[in-house]
């Protein structure tokens, strides 16, 4: 962005504010009105109305969070899953294939299994960490390749730079939850992607109290995700709207913390002798440990680990912790922690998820805003009665 917008901080507090400000107002105010008087438009996608995620709330927050990208374009909607389903079914049709990563979120492996065959739409999973295996996997009717910035929950981080080449050489859409990561700690569009998809409802907004999701990247795809959008209905309400809008201007703050804290919490586990494994970009011992810190600018908030006496030890040491709350969804202000074979990848066959090295007693942190000595003393304790 020109102008006095150069950094990610000023960005984040200043992008896509109106100008004037409306009535003074410092606060972007909430526009609660379904729909607005008509104003002379020829097309059915430009009216004001809710449904069509175009009201003051939703197009001050496109320009933030496209700033935040270095997008040209972005698009709010109900949720992460509904930004996530309305972009692949805006590129992909009856007979059309896609290359998707091996391990995903469990929502969007779901929608990948369960789904695409009622779409009459074909997928494979890659290994995203070696590309002398996807031309192999590719078709005549491919149109599309999807990954993660890091996988959930087991911390991966593949090749991302070779999946935006490799898409540019084949004339496929490359597309890439950056929900883990934020724009904070790496900007995939930068990298060379096309589309750059968040769950709002983790770091973005980081209050646990909104679902939303977004969509940033090339102005023509973004609009042909909206088009898309328009009919399927995933509108973000105005109110999710103002607190998303409130909730990303800590975003820096916040994120910057969480990398620092969760480093430490990492540190911490992996010198304990009843932690067998613990997966976080940021330990050198992380098999892709020099390419976060070539990518990266932190290596984020989330992080997973095993214990010795497995789904047992998992459940006791959860059980005896005192800071965090036992709950799904990452990225607020509270650290919580989950066991990913019952919550977000409980739809995955067992089979599925050993496969993939999601164990039974594999344990899932979100890092908080919480003193980190506090939740350091804490684990110590709770480890301690996991035996």
Known sequence: ??????????????????????????????????????????????????????????????????????AEAALVTASGMAAISTTLLSFLSAGDHVLAQNCLY????????????????????????????????????????YVETLTNPLLELADLEAVAKFARARGLVSIIDNTFATPVNFRPLEHGFDLSLHSCTKYMNGHSDIVAGAVMGRADLVDRIKRKLDHLGGSLDPHAAFLLHRGVKTLSVRVRYQNESALEIAKFLEARPEVTRVNYPGLPGHPRH???RRLFAGFGGMLSFELAGGAAAAKRFIAATVLPIKAPSLGGVETLLTQPALTSHAGMSREDRQRLGITDGLVRMSV???ATEDIVEDFAAALEKSL
């Open 290 to 292: 020099e390419r976060a």
């Open 106 to 145: 469990g929502g969007t492996h779901d929608f990948l299994t369960r789904d695409f065959a009622s779409f009459a739409i074909s997928y494979d999973f890659i290994d995203a960490d070696d590309p002398a295996s996807w031309e192999a996997k590719l078709r005549p009717e491919t149109k599309a390749i």
């Open 1 to 70: 962005m020109d102008g006095p917008f150069r950094r990610l901080e000023t960005k984040i507090i200043h992008a896509g504010e109106p100008e004037p400000r409306i009535q003074g107002a410092v606060v972007m105010p909430i526009f609660q009105s379904a729909m607005f008087e008509y104003a002379g438009e020829t097309d059915y996608h430009d009216l004001k109305y809710i449904r069509l995620n175009n009201t003051p709330n939703h197009t001050a927050l496109h320009g933030k969070l496209a700033a935040l990208e270095g």
């Open 368 to 370: 908080g805003l919480e």
